[in-house]
């Protein structure tokens, strides 16, 4: 089992940036999986973005492509969301999520695919 833990979130102004950590404990964070979601107000909770374990893979939601970066540092146990160009809209609670996966390669979108969240993070963008 693995816990985690988001931290860096905050107040930004529109066009400012944010750098998220998601730092995992408990197990090798090297071969799990490892999505960033969000959930606004009233609304459900959204793929942002995902990296494979190897690092040498991800994939983004349309509305961040561009804007928003994820990596990890495996031998720190973190995975990071780098977030550039905000925007009101971004405004939300950020959620990391892993799951451990032989795969190397896996980086999914589906908040259902993942075994473990966080308790996420606030993120508000002012206009």
């Known amino acids: 089992q693995v816990q985690l833990v988001e931290s860096g979130g905050g107040l930004v102004q529109a066009g400012g940036s944010l750098r998220v950590s998601c730092a995992a404990s408990?197990?090798?964070?090297?071969?799990?999986?490892v999505g960033w979601f969000r959930q606004a107000p009233g609304n459900e909770r959204d793929f942002v973005a995902a990296?494979?374990?190897?690092?040498?893979?991800?994939v983004y939601a349309d509305s961040v492509k561009g804007r928003f970066t994820i990596s990890r540092d495996n031998a720190k146990n973190t995975v990071y969301l780098q977030m550039n160009s905000l925007k009101p809209e971004d405004t939300a609670v950020y959620y990391c999520a892993a799951k451990e996966t032989e795969s190397p390669h896996a980086a999914v979108v589906r908040s259902q695919y993942y075994d473990y969240w966080g308790q996420g993070t606030q993120v508000t963008v002012s206009s």
């Open positions: 408990g197990r090798t964070f090297s071969v799990y999986s």
């Open positions: 990296i494979s374990w190897s690092g040498g893979n991800s």
